[in-house]
Structures are given as structure tokens and as C-alpha cells.
């Protein structure tokens, strides 16, 4: 049995499930859009919902729940003598926003074919990158804002552009002038960086171990190599409004074993950040 402690915050619910003796613990934010941390004993392998989950060799790894995900997960536990345990996990539904911004220029909002084949390579390209996650975990000293300014963009919200509605936006844009300061979120690598894509414009990815990646776009200055290891809080990029933007923003993007998350939940309230 799955026992629950429950801490809630201003945004979001926390809990901390200690699971039988020997086996999983996991803390983190059980709500779409969450990100959930956790340590197994070495040798497990985990799937949730049917997909594999990266497990470290020391046992540590991530759960992450998409946009939409059901009020109810299944992970199961294979532990290293083959016994298996089925957990099944509740996580908080949401309600979000409709967006709606006018404004951007047409072609940014109906492509052309040629617009269309130049987008199409240009997504496979960022998720080649963000495929490539290390083994272990990365960072070890937490989540940061990675810049600072008003929130113009938040997760989640149905974004209706020209009056035509879009999909979902998958993260949150912060607004600040042109060459305000880009940092990175986390410990990580760089595993991306693009001089000015369609959509994205100048972007950065930074993996951060374990299936956890983050995106950096609209830049207008990249200060980073592929390949480069960083810190949380070092430099990286500047705000810009490259790509399809109708202002100067950062949007910041996370994302977990190919499941989108909310950035906000990883890091304190943006109160008073402005």
C-alpha cells in the first residue's frame, strides 16, 4: 500500500509517497504539468504508463505528467530479483487559460509550403536534441528562474493567434528588453543551439540528465557552445525577438522523457520578479 503525505504550496501540491521498505521513494509536484523525483534501489527498471522510465545506476530518476494526462497513472516496478508492484498514482487535474494574441504577421500564422518543409526539419532536429539526455542526473543544486521579467506566457493556456486558435503553449514566456540576461536553469549540457529557426528563432538546449532537457527561445544572442557543460545561474543566451514573437521574451521550455512540463513548478512563485 502506498502511503501519502501531502504538502501544499501556493501553486501547487507536493507529496512525498514512501513506498514498501527497499523499494521506491518519490517527492515532487503529483499535478499536470509536474515533475516528480525519486530514488529506486539500483537495478530497477520502471515504466509509467508503458514507457520505459531512465533510471540511473544508482536508482535515481524523474516522473513527469504532460498537459493532459489522466487523474490516474500506472508505474510499475520491476524490481532486480524480478518481483514486480504496480503503483498507481494520482495526479491533480488543471484548468487553463485561452490566450489570445493578435498582431502577428501571416505568414507566422498559416505557412507557406516551403515555411512548412523548413519547420518540419527544424522540429525533428529539436527532438534529436532533446533525446539526447545523460545517464545520470546532472544537476544536483536545484531549479532557477532562468531570467528576469513579467510573465507574458504561462503553461498550458490555448493560444489563439489572429483569431485562429493553435495548439497548447508548452511553457512559460517572460517578457524583459531586448539583451537582458539568459541563464541557465539548471546544471546541464549544451545539446543544441540554432542561429534562427522559423518558429523558435535563436534557441539553446540544455540537457539535464535523467530525460530532463530545457529550452531557451527568441533569443537574441547565444553565449554557449554544443557541448559545453554549465551551471545554474551561468549566462547562456540574451532575450531577444527572434522568430515568431510579436515582443521581446524568453520563452523557457522543460520537457521529460518527450512529455512537456510546466517550468513554473520547479522553481519558487514569480512574485515580486519583476
Do not use: C
Amino acid at each position: 500500500m502506498i502511503r501519502k503525505a501531502l504538502f501544499y504550496s501556493i501553486a501547487f501540491a507536493l507529496a512525498v509517497l514512501p513506498l514498501p521498505a527497499a523499494a521506491l521513494e518519490v517527492a515532487g509536484s503529483f499535478i499536470q504539468g509536474g515533475l516528480v523525483t525519486g530514488r529506486a534501489v539500483p537495478g530497477t527498471r520502471l515504466f509509467l504508463d508503458g514507457k520505459a522510465v531512465p533510471v540511473s545506476p544508482k536508482g535515481d530518476f524523474m516522473l513527469g505528467f504532460g498537459r493532459d494526462v489522466l487523474p490516474e497513472v500506472v508505474l510499475q516496478e520491476i524490481r532486480p530479483d524480478g518481483g514486480k508492484i504496480i503503483h498507481r498514482l494520482t495526479v491533480r487535474q488543471r484548468s487553463y487559460q485561452i490566450q489570445r494574441i493578435e498582431g502577428l504577421p501571416r505568414r507566422k500564422v498559416t505557412p507557406n509550403s516551403d515555411d512548412m518543409a523548413r519547420i518540419r526539419t527544424e522540429a525533428r532536429l529539436v527532438a534529436a536534441a532533446q533525446e539526447k539526455t545523460a545517464a545520470t542526473l546532472l544537476s544536483v543544486s536545484g531549479f532557477a528562474w532562468p531570467a528576469k521579467g513579467r510573465i507574458s506566457g504561462v503553461y498550458g493556456s490555448q493560444r489563439v493567434l489572429n483569431g485562429k486558435p493553435r495548439r497548447p503553449h508548452l511553457g512559460v514566456d517572460v517578457a524583459a528588453p531586448v539583451g537582458s540576461p539568459v541563464t541557465a536553469m539548471a546544471d546541464g549540457r549544451v545539446v543544441f543551439t540554432h542561429p534562427g529557426m522559423f518558429f523558435n528563432g535563436q534557441s539553446i538546449i540544455l540537457d539535464h540528465g535523467l530525460g530532463l532537457s530545457s529550452i531557451y527561445i527568441h533569443l537574441s544572442a547565444v553565449a554557449v557552445e554544443l557541448g559545453q557543460k554549465v551551471l545554474k545561474g551561468q549566462l547562456i543566451g540574451k532575450i531577444g525577438k527572434t522568430g515568431r514573437v510579436t515582443g521581446p521574451h524568453l520563452h523557457w521550455g522543460v520537457r521529460w522523457n518527450g512529455v512537456d512540463l510546466d517550468p513554473a513548478l520547479l522553481v519558487p512563485s514569480p512574485v515580486g520578479r519583476d
